[in-house]
């Protein structure tokens, strides 16, 4: 789809952390490969004076997500961990961009950047209305972002040549992008926008 970025857009780019990185505590196979397509638009909606917003999984050691606390994940973004640092390539502007650290709390698990943060209020003290998504996983936290905020009420792009996913099951980034289209969402790539 074509589109012109416009006043009430915003950019969220999703847990592009080491540990989600090849080799990371929780690799995501290909996300090394998307970081510089992240960086273009980041720097597009930075032209723009466009608000960029970053989502960080933050976790305390002790969280229910890890498997050592009966959850299914290896432990991974442990709270201020170099695990946890955003890969050291990923371009983050000096103004006009905010840090969204999700998971937090011992006892539940955040896939989405909405859950127990402040990224909704922050969207709408901006008079944000449409948000532009990136970032991994694709089946997991981008497609948990982005459902969330069409659910409350916002537009969504999914920028489909900057997101990757885990595919622990074969098709589930598939499955996934599908459901967001279901859900409204339409998928933008870099040409579409520059
Ligand atoms: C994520 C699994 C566990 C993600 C976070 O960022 O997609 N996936 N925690
Ligand atoms: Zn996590």
Redesign the pocket.
């Known amino acids: 789809m074509k589109a012109k970025l416009c006043q009430r857009d915003a950019l969220v780019v ?2 592009m ?1 080491r540990d ?1 990185m090849p080799g990371g505590a ?1 690799g ?1 196979d290909g996300a090394d490969t998307i970081v510089e397509r992240v960086n273009e638009y980041t720097r597009l909606f930075e032209k723009a004076s466009l608000p960029v917003f970053f ?1 960080r ?1 933050w ?1 305390p050691k002790t969280h229910i ?1 890890f498997k050592r606390n009966g959850g299914v ?1 290896p432990e ?2 442990v709270i201020g961990s170099d695990g946890a640092a955003f890969d050291e390539r990923l371009y983050i502007p000096s103004d006009n961009r905010f840090i969204i650290s999700k ?1 937090d709390s011992e006892t539940f ?1 955040a ?1 989405s950047g909405f859950q127990g943060t402040t990224l909704e209020a922050l969207l709408q003290e901006r008079g944000v209305n449409r948000v532009f998504i990136c ?3 694709t ?4 497609k ?1 972002t982005l459902l969330g905020a069409e659910n409350l009420g916002f537009r969504t792009v999914l920028l489909i040549d900057a997101v990757k996913g ?1 595919d622990i099951k074969r098709g589930d980034s598939e499955a996934a992008v599908e459901q967001m289209l279901m859900r409204g969402s339409v998928l933008c790539s870099i040409d579409d926008l520059a």
């Not at 089946?139 to 981008?142: A, I, L, R």
């Open positions: 999703v847990d952390q989600f929780l995501v989502t999984d976790h997500s994940w991974h973004c998971g698990d896939y970032g991994v996983a089946d997991y936290c981008v948990h885990v």
